[in-house]
């Protein structure tokens, strides 16, 4: 990796999602555009810069097909983004950029890259990390490759200095403070009927209207990414991308809101909801919430402008579990928002994260007892998992408490630790029970294939398929398992 480059009269940048392996999302039949690549694509286009998107995961390309698209498209830059599940299949992709164009700058960014710069810089197929938040970072950097400027001159990088070798760790890049300043995500450079929620194609896009969190729940990086000071766009930017979106993808019928906490802001989705009554926008929507910001009120407000999902963390039915996570709710308001949803008739799916390390296999099945008791529409039993950047990935690094140092198996499906009485082999079939006897139960199934139907058949075989495989169907033509060396730098 050099610090300058020599100039070039038009870079031309190309983005790719790397192929989609054992997921969450996955698991929920669930492929999106990135948001994050959306956002980063757009600013370059605003400025002038030739950029495409190239979306593996969704167009389900092998690693031998990219390599032809990248020789068709010739990019003198390859951004790659990358989660901590993913990290492996991205610097695959990044293999097989600098085999088929080797002169090809390879820049990766995303959570993991932000957090493990160090052990991702030790691929010779990296050139540069992007910490943090990229969209402006990506544009300096772009501009001062384009023009053969010193790259530590630019806030947000890590590499490897030409001349000594040493890391270079450039001065961190302040969050974005305005975000109504950002245009909206480029996503006719997507395959946006690739795009699908439970495995149907439902016309979907996604959208995020804030950044940061202030809450400080243990097991999440978001706030170690983006701040702990949300960052909120103003309701009529985001509701004129919803009518950006509807107006220009006429198959859009749904849109997912991401954000960590949709509804942390009564106001916010008061005024929202009222603007989108105004405009007559019909179309439906889902989004993710906590349990203590919901009433009854805002709920029919949500629904009556086309509400139809609500993602809850109900996370576990054990208080002193809930403390430890600092999740800063109660059971009891987990029992209130639920039973409210279901009143005004708002469709939930119901997440707990069960093998947390103070775990029994008694307060495990409390939890699983407890979501059944919710009567959510769908539920997801994840299982405890310690990203990097989390104050829970500190905690159990430092005390040795990791079993599994394969980043591929974190995705919140597989175990990576071990409780005070389960095995990572007994939480397997733990969760494994809890999916089937939830999904499975007689009752359960004729309630909801009368609201959902196919939906729910479509979700049942997702399901059913995903926790009776015997080993993950992972891509082998570049199956990567990371070194313990590498792991925690």
Same mark, same amino acid.
């Given at each position: 990796?050099?610090?300058?480059?020599?100039?070039?009269?038009?870079?031309?940048?190309?983005?790719?999602?790397?192929?989609?392996?054992?997921?969450?999302?996955?698991?929920?039949?669930?492929?999106?555009?990135?948001?994050?690549?959306?956002?980063?694509?757009?600013?370059?286009?605003?400025?002038?810069?030739? &950029?495409?998107?190239?979306?593996?995961?969704?167009?389900?390309?092998?690693?031998?097909?990219?390599?032809?698209?990248?020789?068709?498209?010739?990019?003198?830059?390859?951004?790659?983004?990358?989660?901590?599940?993913?990290?492996?299949?991205?610097?695959?992709?990044?293999?097989?950029?600098?085999?088929?164009?080797?002169?090809?700058?390879? &820049?990766?960014?995303?959570?993991?890259?932000?957090?493990?710069?160090?052990?991702?810089?030790?691929?010779?197929?990296?050139?540069?990390? &992007?910490?943090?938040?990229?969209?402006?970072?990506?544009?300096?950097?772009?501009?001062?490759?384009?023009?053969?400027?010193?790259?530590?001159?630019?806030?947000?990088?890590?590499?490897?200095?030409?001349?000594?070798?040493?890391?270079?760790?450039?001065?961190?890049?302040?969050?974005?403070?305005?975000?109504?300043?950002?245009?909206?995500?480029?996503?006719?450079?997507?395959?946006?009927?690739?795009?699908?929620?439970?495995?149907?194609?439902?016309?979907?896009?996604?959208?995020?209207?804030?950044?940061?969190?202030?809450?400080?729940?243990?097991?999440?990086?978001?706030?170690?990414?983006?701040?702990?000071?949300?960052?909120?766009?103003?309701?009529?930017?985001? &509701?004129?991308?919803?009518?950006?979106?509807?107006?220009?993808?006429?198959?859009?019928?749904?849109?997912?809101?991401?954000?960590?906490?949709?509804?942390?802001?009564?106001?916010?989705?008061?005024?929202?909801?009222?603007?989108?009554?105004?405009?007559?926008?019909?179309?439906?929507?889902?989004?993710?919430?906590?349990?203590?910001?919901?009433?009854?009120?805002?709920?029919?407000?949500?629904?009556?402008?086309?509400?139809?999902?609500?993602?809850?963390?109900?996370?576990?039915?054990?208080?002193?579990?809930?403390?430890?996570?600092?999740?800063?709710?109660?059971?009891?308001?987990?029992?209130?928002?639920?039973?409210?949803?279901?009143?005004?008739?708002?469709?939930?799916?119901?997440?707990?994260?069960?093998?947390?390390?103070?775990?029994?296999?008694?307060?495990?099945?409390?939890?699983?007892?407890?979501?059944?008791?919710?009567?959510?529409?769908?539920?997801?039993?994840?299982?405890?998992?310690?990203?990097?950047?989390?104050?829970?990935?500190?905690?159990?690094?430092?005390?040795?408490?990791?079993?599994?140092?394969?980043?591929?198996?974190?995705?919140?499906?597989?175990?990576?630790?071990?409780?005070?009485?389960?095995?990572?082999?007994?939480?397997?079939?733990?969760?494994?029970?809890?999916?089937?006897?939830?999904?499975?139960?007689?009752?359960?199934?004729?309630?909801?294939?009368?609201?959902?139907?196919?939906?729910?058949?479509?979700?049942?075989?997702?399901?059913?398929?995903?926790?009776?495989?015997?080993?993950?169907?992972?891509?082998?033509?570049?199956?990567?398992?990371?070194?313990?060396?590498?792991?925690?730098?």
């Amino acid at each position: 990796m050099t610090t300058n480059f020599k100039n070039s009269d038009s870079m031309k940048v190309t983005f790719i999602n790397p192929p989609q392996t054992n997921s969450k999302y996955k698991f929920l039949g669930v492929v999106a555009p990135s948001l994050g690549i959306g956002y980063m694509a757009a600013v370059l286009e605003e400025n002038g810069i030739d &950029v495409d998107v190239l979306d593996s995961s969704a167009l389900e390309l092998s690693y031998e097909e990219i390599g032809d698209e990248i020789l068709r498209r010739q990019p003198d830059i390859v951004s790659i983004s990358a989660l901590t599940p993913t990290i492996g299949v991205a610097l695959d992709a990044a293999e097989v950029v600098k085999t088929v164009k080797p002169d090809t700058i390879v &820049v990766l960014g995303g959570y993991h890259p932000t957090f493990e710069f160090a052990s991702v810089l030790e691929e010779e197929s990296v050139d540069i990390v &992007v910490r943090g938040e990229g969209e402006y970072t990506m544009l300096e950097l772009v501009n001062a490759i384009e023009n053969g400027e010193d790259l530590k001159n630019v806030k947000g990088l890590a590499f490897h200095d030409e001349n000594d070798g040493n890391l270079v760790l450039t001065e961190d890049r302040p969050v974005i403070q305005d975000l109504d300043e950002l245009p909206f995500p480029a996503l006719h450079l997507f395959p946006m009927e690739k795009y699908k929620i439970l495995n149907i194609s439902t016309n979907v896009a996604t959208m995020i209207t804030t950044r940061g969190c202030p809450m400080q729940c243990s097991f999440c990086s978001s706030a170690s990414l983006h701040g702990k000071i949300l960052r909120r766009r103003s309701y009529m930017n985001v &509701v004129d991308e919803v009518e950006h979106i509807l107006n220009n993808f006429k198959n859009i019928d749904t849109i997912a809101f991401m954000d960590d906490t949709f509804t942390l802001n009564t106001k916010f989705i008061k005024d929202f909801c009222a603007e989108i009554k105004r405009r007559n926008l019909k179309f439906w929507w889902g989004c993710t919430s906590r349990v203590d910001t919901l009433d009854e009120e805002l709920l029919e407000t949500m629904k009556d402008a086309g509400c139809i999902t609500i993602f809850l963390g109900v996370e576990s039915a054990d208080q002193q579990t809930l403390d430890k996570m600092n999740k800063n709710i109660t059971v009891n308001k987990t029992i209130n928002a639920f039973k409210l949803a279901r009143k005004v008739g708002i469709r939930t799916i119901a997440s707990c994260v069960i093998g947390m390390p103070d775990d029994t296999k008694k307060n495990i099945q409390q939890t699983i007892n407890f979501v059944k008791s919710l009567k959510p529409n769908y539920a997801l039993y994840s299982l405890a998992t310690p990203y990097p950047g989390t104050r829970f990935y500190k905690e159990t690094f430092e005390k040795n408490l990791i079993k599994i140092k394969d980043w591929s198996k974190y995705t919140l499906l597989s175990p990576v630790l071990e409780t005070v009485d389960c095995s990572k082999e007994e939480l397997r079939k733990i969760q494994r029970k809890a999916f089937l006897t939830f999904y499975l139960r007689p009752g359960y199934l004729i309630k909801q294939a009368s609201k959902d139907g196919m939906i729910l058949l479509k979700t049942i075989f997702g399901v059913t398929k995903q926790i009776l495989r015997k080993k993950n169907n992972e891509n082998t033509n570049y199956n990567r398992q990371l070194e313990s060396g590498s792991f925690g730098k």
